[in-house]
Structures are given as structure tokens and as C-alpha cells.
């Protein structure tokens, strides 16, 4: 699901809009609706600094855009408040930055991926209108709380290597559909009241080689059309 999405931001920068892998001149910016940032030169990027941007979509900020060229100024600049898709790679635990995400209303899509983050904002729950969340980051131990109040929630993947319980609050996501928590080598349990999912299509613990047993609960509704992983 996550590569479908991957794959459409590219397709949408590359043939509609403003690519910098395939710069277009900077005079077009002022028409750009949905933009991807990702190996280019450092005088293109700093290139769109001071640059007035209509309304954004999308803004997809890959791994491979050198982070010495990309300013705060220039990330907060890139995401507005009209965005429905946000992919950003390398984020780091900019307290500033994280919780101006919880400002993007409109937000249906985030992709975070950080090997720096070591906690999650709580501004996160603000995002009422959010699909998807593809959260990649090794050193956040915990989901806030708030995730919870997400009533428009999908689908939700949580990659971490030292997250060891899943927080209640996630039984509370009712329009669940997917939830992937694989590769949380020490996850050790998961929360009897994950079965109140019970929209819940796709369970997949892959690779969760902490996980002792599935609660009982999830064996006495069978609410999940299908468990992935090491059980």
C-alpha cells in the first residue's frame, strides 16, 4: 500500500507538476499544486527560497535531497496547511516542525521516516481527516495517546526497534483496516482491547519474534480477516 502511494506522488510530481529531479523553471512554481524533492543540486533547491507557492497537495521530501541545502525556512514553506499528502524522509526531532504537522487538517496521508525521533508529537491526533500514517522510525518507543481520536483511520504502520507494547489507545481506531507492525523485533504484547477492531482486515507481525502469543481476545471474536507473522 505504502509503494502504491510512493509510486503515485512520483507519477503526480513528474508528469504535472513541478519535479526537481526534472526541474522545470522556477518562474512555474506559482502553478505547482504538488511537488517532489528529492537528488537534486544545491542551487535549485535554495532556488525556491523566498519563492511565493500557491496552495500545495503534495510534498514529497525524499531521503536522497541533501539535508545541508533544505533550511527549516524552506520545510516549513513546503508544508501548508492545504496539503492532503505529506512524505518526508530524515526527519529530525524538531519539536517545532512536528507539531506544525498537527496543524494540516486536510492532511490523508504522512509518511515519517527518522532515525534521529525518539518521541512522537501529540499533535498527531489533531489530524482528523488522516487515511494513512507510515510512521519508520527506530527509536520511538511509544504512539501517543492521541492517535486515538484519528475516527478516519485506515490504515497505520509502525516500524520501531525498541517499542515493546502497543498503546490501548490504537483499540480505539474503529475504521481500522491494516495495521503493520512488522519488524517490531521487541514487541512483546499486544493489548487485550485491540479487538475492538473490529473492522480490521490485515494484522501483520512479521518478524515480531518478541511476541509471546496473540491476546485471547482476538482468537474469541476472530474479527481479523488476516494475521501475518511469526505465531
Do not use: W
Not at 54 to 76: A, D, G, M, Q
Request: aromatic share 6%.
Amino acid at each position: 500500500m505504502h509503494d502504491t502511494i510512493h509510486d503515485l506522488a512520483q507519477y503526480i510530481s513528474e508528469n504535472h507538476d513541478l519535479s526537481i529531479i526534472d526541474p522545470k523553471p522556477c518562474s512555474e512554481l506559482d502553478r505547482v499544486r504538488h511537488i517532489y524533492i528529492g537528488a537534486a543540486k544545491k542551487e535549485l533547491i535554495t532556488s525556491l527560497s523566498g519563492k511565493k507557492l500557491r496552495p500545495l497537495r503534495t510534498t514529497f521530501l525524499h531521503s536522497s535531497c541533501k539535508e545541508k541545502y533544505v533550511s527549516e525556512n524552506l520545510i516549513f514553506s513546503l508544508i501548508t496547511t492545504s496539503l492532503r499528502a505529506l512524505h518526508i524522509d530524515s526527519l529530525s526531532q524538531n519539536e517545532r516542525l512536528l507539531e506544525s504537522i498537527g496543524n494540516l487538517k486536510l492532511l490523508r496521508y504522512l509518511y515519517v521516516c527518522s532515525f534521529d525521533m525518539v518521541r512522537l508529537h501529540k499533535s498527531l491526533g489533531d489530524l482528523f481527516n488522516l487515511q494513512m500514517l507510515d510512521l519508520q522510525c527506530p527509536k520511538v518507543e511509544h504512539l501517543p495517546l492521541e492517535i486515538g481520536d484519528l475516527i478516519n483511520f485506515h490504515y497505520l504502520r509502525f516500524r520501531s526497534e525498541v517499542a515493546k507494547m502497543l498503546s490501548t489507545s490504537v483499540s480505539q481506531l474503529s475504521n481500522l483496516l491494516a495495521l503493520d507492525l512488522s519488524a517490531c523485533r521487541e514487541l512483546e504484547s499486544l493489548p487485550e482491547s485491540i479487538y475492538m477492531l473490529c473492522n480490521l482486515q490485515k494484522l501483520d507481525l512479521t518478524e515480531c519474534s518478541s511476541l509471546g502469543s496473540l491476546p485471547e481476545s482476538i482468537s474469541a471474536t476472530r474479527c481479523f480477516g488476516y494475521v501475518y507473522g511469526c505465531l
